[in-house]
């Protein structure tokens, strides 16, 4: 019996399946709550392994769309994209596996980093030896077709400079609307972002306002995100609306 989809109402999810969600969610809490250094190594592990699948996995996407690539400016473009996009998924899954410390008890969070360390150390490998593979694929593919790589430079666009100044940082807890605001004002959008989306502009950017990231470096993670570059959306104007309601607050940097 197939499962609940994605913006499902409870009226349309089975009692049954809402009852087995529960008690695989509550298995995987008691034994993450009862988790200790005897488990470290285990948990490490299985990180490793889901964190060198998504690297692989990215790796290989992005490899599918060098055929697609018609000269050298388009290869130029996936060579920057893809190994940037690698290098944010190595990252993330670093992370990850160093965040395994916070299971373990103080006394012992030294011994369990530097046991972690060792996974992220060969996350990290699998991250260089993969954009290295990539690299060498389309330049492969360029000389094969006898295509001279250009090497990517973006275009700016008009509000980077002031993006570049302004550091954001989210004053609501959860899913963000804009239910409070009147609509006539939602000028830098078209509807509320109600829905999370990786290419949603609007939610997406809301989860990286810590007040520690400029809108630039916003803007640069959550395209890194979502496999594409963000397009018609200012940021700058759709922030400064946040700002004027108090959903978000800009920090003094």
Request: contains cysteine; negative net charge; aromatic residues 10%.
């Amino acid at each position: 019996m197939p499962g609940p989809k994605t913006g499902d109402s409870l009226i349309k999810v089975l009692d049954s399946l809402l009852y087995d969600l529960c008690i695989v969610n509550a298995l995987y809490l008691y034994y993450m709550a009862d988790a200790g250094m005897e488990n470290i190594n285990e948990i490490a592990a299985l990180t490793f392994d889901w964190g060198a699948e998504d690297i692989l996995k990215t790796a290989n996407n992005m490899r599918g769309r060098i055929a697609d690539a018609k000269d050298g400016s388009e290869l130029g473009r996936l060579l920057d994209q893809g190994l940037k996009q690698i290098d944010f998924r190595t990252g993330i899954r670093e992370q990850g596996v160093m965040s395994i410390v916070r299971l373990i008890e103080n006394e012992r969070k030294k011994d369990a980093e530097a046991i972690l360390d060792a996974y992220r150390r060969d996350l990290a490998e699998l991250g260089r030896i993969t954009g290295r593979q990539f690299e060498k694929a389309v330049k492969t593919d360029a000389q094969r077709r006898g295509i001279r790589i250009e090497r990517y430079r973006r275009t700016k666009d008009i509000w980077e400079a002031a993006a570049a100044e302004i550091y954001p940082k989210a004053l609501k807890f959860g899913t963000l609307t804009l239910d409070s605001i009147d609509p006539a004002e939602w000028t830098p959008i078209t509807s509320s972002p109600r829905w999370w989306g990786a290419r949603n502009w609007p939610a997406a950017v809301y989860w990286w306002c810590d007040g520690m990231r400029s809108l630039l470096d916003i803007r640069d993670m959550v395209e890194l995100e979502a496999g594409c570059q963000m397009k018609d959306f200012d940021l700058v104007a759709y922030f400064n609306l946040l700002e004027k309601h108090g959903l978000a607050e800009f920090a003094d940097k």
